[in-house]
């Protein structure tokens, strides 16, 4: 169908062109500014013209992309994030009991997402996703926050404490405001910006994993963090780039070495914005499944795929019996084409 015809083209027909044919059709017609391209370029909220334009490697995702193995910052950050805890800092109140303190910043910041493309994103200490939280259960938390960003924002944990710190009020621009709540209950969470309209503020980057540990503490493992994204590149509501950690394709280009034998938990978490689900398919092997992973002594579901909604999350556990490159990814093919593929190496 020509592209001056009704039929609106999306942005995943044009990922699926190929390099070559896509930057042939973005010298001609597409930059008409009555285009469905010039239009959502015009929209695009302050997203940098490089995002659509002098990057097309996005294009070439489903047609065996590359992504090289270039420690780029963004996949530095990628990498941190698998195993960076945040524990705060840890006092003891005159009354006995544990408190840990954090301190969360939003800014309006460029991320690079995939090798040569950045998002201009909404962050949390200026990373996407924005640091993993973790304490125990019973700690009291205290979070202090700062609006550094141009825009109001919040914060909401999930969990049990009063409504007055649900983070549904607004922060406004260059202003503070301070979260303290007894952690409970003990379990995988998420928390995010929770201020309209909400679907920009989750996909813009705000949000991050909050591990509360149970008191009674879990078997030994090599303890991973993972949060699962995706990235509207032109503002269309469709996701051009799939990623773990932020980065397209972090862990094909650098598999996660373990080792035989070994547990391995993963904390896994679902903030994909515009698709209804997003999901963990894992190779030549199985994994047991705990949802939220409130109680360590549930019975947990043992297989290799599982689902997750949009704020979903759980934990996985699983250990390798042989050597090798175990693949994971999404099992929606498109996701795992689009940059949600990484690798596990087994090492005796």
Known sequence: MPLNSKRSVSRREVLKWGAAGAMGVLGGSLLNPSSWFGKTVKAMDNHELHSALEHQKHAMMAHGYDPGTEKTKGLESAIRALTQFDYGKVSTRVDGRILREYELVATDTEVEIANGIKFPGWAFNGTIPGPTIRCTEGDIVRIKFWNGSMHPHSIHFHGIHPTKMDGIEPVQPGTEFIYEFEAKPAGM???HCHIPPLAKHIHKGLYGNFIIDPKKPRQPALELNMVMNGYDLDLDGENEIYTVNGYAFAFQAWPIKVKVGELVRIYLSNLTEFDLINSFHLHANFFKYYEVGADPE?????????MQCQGQRGILEMEFKEPGKYM????????????WMGFFEAEA
Do not use: P
């Open 298 to 306: 549930a019975r947990a579901i043992y297989t290799d795929t599982i």
């Open 189 to 191: 969470h998420i928390y």
């Open 328 to 339: 994971f990814h999404a099992h929606q093919s498109e996701f795992a084409e689009l940059g």
